[in-house]
């Protein structure tokens, strides 16, 4: 994006750019909340996710015993999944530490 000046007032090229500048901060800072980054985080996890909302949802629709059994059955399955694949990202993540090179690296995890 290139500001074009027009005309020679101080005060109006003075405002074209702080226009310019405000409109190219607006289009590229992000705004508002972003979300935390989990770097554990994989496909797996994310479709047991969706399943269990999947199950609430079917729960809420149609509460019978088969839905609710099936509900109960699924958060267990998300815990499951997180819980493995922060076990596997901090076993790889410390078996790929070289203590030679990455000693502040180590002491900052």
């Excluded at 190219?24 to 496909?43: E, Q, S």
Aim: with cysteine; aromatic share 6%.
């Amino acid at each position: 994006m290139a500001i074009k000046p027009t005309g020679d007032d101080p005060n109006l090229l003075c405002s074209q750019i702080t226009e310019g500048i405000l409109k190219a901060a607006a289009d590229c800072i992000p705004r508002g909340c972003r979300k935390a980054y989990k770097p554990f985080w994989n496909t797996n996890i994310e479709q047991a996710v969706k399943t269990r909302q999947e199950a609430r949802k079917q729960m809420e629709k149609n509460l019978t015993i088969e839905n609710k059994i099936l509900y109960n059955k699924t958060p267990a399955l998300v815990k499951r999944k997180v819980k493995t694949a922060k076990k596997e990202k901090w076993t790889k993540t410390c078996e790929n530490l070289d203590l030679r090179k990455d000693g502040a690296k180590a002491w900052s995890l």
